[in-house]
């Protein structure tokens, strides 16, 4: 079955300092991975995906993630954090066992802080 | 394009009482969700539809149910709501894996 952890339910960090937000799957079928984005009292907004292809994918913000296969990770990573980037960050991988339904596994969430 | 709505973005209900959440969308999805998020559980999936008149159970479906009479619609009733279904709603709408999330309903049973 699908599954996605992501470690550390909280990362604080620096403005202007890297970010990495951690993410693994477990997938018995070729994922699709994703990242979402969830400022407060909002909604959830994509901020990248992962389906096939080049492994390095590029989002919004300035947020990229790798897919690397054979750690089975996808995390998410930004060079420098800005103040706009603190919210709550969501890792999930395709549930594509039992037919057609689209449906997505999300991970429990990361919340982000950046420190002036 | 408003994208996903939701209607209403708060309310609060008393145990045993009913009430039905409504999602919109207007980007001619073919698949939609119900999730509900708690704190420090993600997002769980309620109920889905892979198109209209169609729907099935997600991981938490129990004390919930749904209807998609309309494509463009998607209703999630609460029967007889109990503490344990306060929570923040959201309704998700996608023509694949990708999905466009609405607002989200703030809930509370007292």
């Known amino acids: 079955a699908q599954s996605v952890t992501q470690l550390g339910s909280h990362v604080s960090v620096s403005e202007g300092a890297l970010v990495l937000l951690r993410c693994n799957y477990s997938s018995s079928v070729p994922p699709y991975l994703f990242w979402y984005v969830q400022y407060p009292n909002q909604g959830l907004q994509l901020l990248l995906k992962?389906?096939?292809?080049?492994?390095l994918v590029k989002g919004i913000n300035g947020f990229e993630a790798e897919f690397k296969k054979s750690e089975t990770s996808f995390h998410l990573t930004k060079p420098s954090a800005h103040m706009s980037d603190a919210a709550e960050y969501f890792c999930a991988v395709s549930d594509r066992v039992g037919g057609a339904t689209n449906k997505l596994i999300f991970g429990t969430g990361t919340l982000l802080a950046v420190q002036p | 394009n408003a994208g996903v709505t939701q209607t209403p973005k708060f309310r609060v209900l008393k145990t045993g009482q009913s009430m039905t959440l409504l999602c919109a969308q207007d980007m001619n999805h073919e698949y939609m969700y119900w999730y509900r998020q708690d704190p420090g559980m993600g997002l769980r999936l309620i109920h889905y539809?892979?198109?209209?008149?169609?729907?099935a159970k997600g991981e938490v479906p129990d004390g919930y149910n749904v209807s998609r009479l309309k494509k463009q619609n998607f209703l999630l009733g609460l029967e007889s709501a109990a503490p344990s279904q306060t929570s923040v709603y959201f309704c998700?709408?996608?023509?694949?894996?990708?999905?466009?999330f609405g607002p989200g309903t703030r809930l509370t049973v007292t």
């Open positions: 539809s892979v198109g209209e008149g169609t729907t």
């Open positions: 998700a709408g996608g023509q694949t894996y990708e999905q466009y």
């Open positions: 992962y389906t096939t292809g080049a492994t």
